[in-house]
């Protein structure tokens, strides 16, 4: 199953590590230090895949802008970002992105990540509650780079700006 599916392998690691460091690196053992610290960076690295499988599932649309801005403005500057993504297409993603929408496609994360962390290892080890911190961190870097890309390079403006965003995420996360 995890084979067909990196999510899973992904979750599995997550959930493996996390235990891993929980409960060796409390010992005091200075044998194990190096291993918690690479299980530990392990985790962090299965867990940005996991994110970014997760927002790419949700919001496909700006999360593939994203992609192409990021890997085109390492080479361009802000103002030349129009001559390798059409303009089109970033006004395609600004008009899908609405609270409405956004609004369910965090609700529907949250639900899929509580899924994925549902036992009772999984609360003892707040994964939930991390995870979705680190969701909500990109979630808001995408959207920041996004607006600033959208106002230098197009002159556009999304109807959901980082604000509204923020506030969004704060809602749901009282509503928790």
Partial sequence: MTEANPKHTDVIL???????????????VRSLNKYVSVCALQRVEAETRYINWMISYECPGMSNLFDRIGGVSGRVNKEELGLYVPRKEVVAVFKDLNAKSFH??????YKRLAKHCSSNESRELNLIEDIWGAITSRLLKIFNQLEDVGQASYQIQSELSVDKVQDILDAFHNSM
């Fill in 14 to 28: 997550i959930h493996n590590y996390a235990f891993f460091v929980e409960t060796m690196g409390n010992r005091g």
């Fill in 104 to 109: 369910s496609n965090i609700v529907n994360m």
